[in-house]
């Protein structure tokens, strides 16, 4: 079975601390997303990795920064936490390119953080 | 960039009815539309998708359609039982090179009821 493990399954934070969010896939899969879900607006992209040391923006990056040094971990960094990033984050991976048809994503059990 | 709305936000149904969960998307070089599961304290999980050339996909209780010429796809579950009962998410990934970048819908709260 494919694993996205992440590091948190709870969290709390103070305000202004950096804080470190990891996640592990144990597929050897080129792709590697950080997500954030809150109630009403579904699952907005973060960042996602395409290879090692290669990251691009999604639709909400600011605030956070990611790191990926080796190919099955991918970090999400909150610079300095502030009380709108309290939400779930969820990772994930999936293998190839979207025309390869092999695009299934799979998911970590998500991080529910709390900033205070 | 690619756009999905998803309705409802909340369905409730009796058990064995049939729930019907639509989603439209804004962009039409979309290829693959996967439907998530997300049941509580879990992340999403794939439970059917479909490709762009092919109309309707069918896996036992679940299935999809897809009708490109409206941009929107449809998800049908027959036969509920109450461990249906979960959040369920769609996704289109845009064409090109997106990287199997997935751009989701607001959630449905499906809660079937014994």
């Known amino acids: 079975d494919v694993k996205v493990t992440q590091s948190s399954r709870y969290l709390v934070k103070r305000t202004g601390e950096k804080v470190f969010l990891e996640c592990v896939q144990d597929?050897?899969?080129?792709?590697m997303f950080w997500y954030r879900q809150d109630p009403g607006l579904g699952l907005r992209l973060i960042y996602f990795?395409?290879?090692?040391?290669?990251?691009e923006k999604g639709d909400i990056p600011e605030g956070y920064s990611v790191s990926r040094e080796k190919k099955e971990r991918f970090s999400l960094i909150l610079e300095s936490a502030s009380t709108n990033q309290t939400s779930m984050y969820l990772c994930?991976?999936?293998?190839?390119?979207?025309?390869?048809?092999?695009?299934?994503?799979?998911f970590g059990q998500g991080t529910r953080l709390t900033v205070v | 960039g690619e756009n999905v709305e998803q309705h409802p936000s909340t369905l409730s149904v009796q058990e064995g009815d049939s729930a019907v969960i639509k989603c439209t998307y804004s962009?039409?070089?979309?290829?693959?539309f996967p439907w998530y599961k997300q049941e509580l304290g879990k992340g999403p999980q794939l439970i059917i998708d479909?490709?762009?050339?092919?109309g309707e996909k069918k896996d036992q209780r679940i299935a999809v359609t897809l009708n490109k010429t409206a941009k929107h796809f449809s998800l049908h579950i027959t036969e509920t039982q109450p461990e249906d009962s979960a959040v369920y998410f769609c996704?289109?990934?845009?064409?090109?090179?997106?990287?199997?970048?997935?751009?989701f819908g607001q959630g449905t709260i499906l809660t079937v009821h014994p």
């Open positions: 479909i490709r762009s050339n092919v």
């Open positions: 597929m050897d899969h080129e792709n």
């Open positions: 962009d039409s070089a979309s290829n693959y």
């Open positions: 994930a991976s999936s293998l190839g390119w979207a025309w390869t048809g092999l695009t299934e994503a799979f």
């Open positions: 990795s395409y290879d090692v040391k290669m990251k």
């Open positions: 996704a289109a990934i845009p064409g090109g090179t997106s990287y199997g970048k997935l751009t």
